[in-house]
């Protein structure tokens, strides 16, 4: 479900990376998926925990985005990225962090906003897809749903 949503999210913004990671900030993922532009090889999984910590570093935005932008010798810049605009994804019920979607692209912009005003709902509605795919594999798994 969540490679589903985020290669949708990275199509849909033609970016060259969209990463979609649901955990507790500050610690490595409990899953994560990854969405590439044609010919742009996936992030190892110790780039995208390098990343994340980059981005959460970041302060955000009036609209709550993580916007950083490469220097070099930086994360973005060995992914092949010079902006990166993370949007923390939010639990409904605790009201908690539970991840983040990140979408990246190799030059800056006039679009930024624009992936910025998309995001939200996308990484909302990931998260529910993600919290239901969860709920009903724990209940098939204690024969609820047969």
């Not at 979607?101 to 912009?109: E, Y």
């Amino acid at each position: 479900m969540l490679n589903t949503a985020v290669n949708e999210v990275g199509t849909y913004l033609r970016v060259t990376r969209a990463l979609a990671v649901v955990g507790t900030p500050g610690r490595p993922p409990e899953m994560a998926a990854e969405f590439c532009a044609h010919g742009v090889k996936p992030a190892p999984g110790a780039q995208v925990v390098l990343l994340l910590a980059h981005i959460e570093k970041a302060e955000p935005d009036e609209l709550g985005g993580l916007m950083v932008q490469a220097a070099e010798g930086s994360i973005l810049s060995d992914l092949g990225l010079a902006t990166a605009l993370g949007v923390m994804i939010t639990d409904k019920e605790t009201q908690m962090p539970a991840g983040m979607l990140i979408v990246g692209a190799p030059k800056s912009t006039s679009g930024d906003l624009t992936k910025h005003i998309s995001c939200r709902p996308s990484a909302d509605q990931m998260l529910m897809s993600v919290s239901h795919t969860r709920l009903r594999s724990a209940g098939a798994a204690h024969g609820r749903f047969r």
